[in-house]
């Protein structure tokens, strides 16, 4: 249904500013929930919220569309490959240990 309603929100002027405005409402709901855990530490803080939630959202179109004509992509494993994806994307990252003079660890 996502590829009809998409493919019907490129030609239809009345139908594309509602498929944006939600694709817009879903994107800025998950960059808030981004910054929220950066500002916690649950995920790194260098991750630009913004791009990181359109990347998911993309992703997630993506292994949708992916599903209507690929049956290894299965639509109820996408849940599951969109939260592993999320979580290496945003994932702290480690600072790196310390060197000892002469770069010895």
Request: aromatic share 2%.
């Amino acid at each position: 249904m996502l590829l009809e309603v998409l493919a019907e929100a490129s030609r239809n002027p009345r139908v594309r500013p509602v498929v944006v405005a939600s694709y817009h409402a879903v994107t800025a709901h998950l960059a808030a929930r981004i910054r929220a855990d950066a500002a916690t530490g649950r995920i790194s803080a260098g991750t630009d919220p913004d791009t990181a939630a359109t990347f998911i959202v993309a992703a997630f179109d993506g292994l949708l569309a992916r599903s209507a004509v690929d049956s290894a992509v299965q639509s109820a494993a996408i849940p599951a490959l969109l939260r592993d994806l999320a979580r290496s994307l945003l994932q702290p990252v480690a600072a790196p240990s310390p060197r000892r003079k002469g770069g010895q660890p």
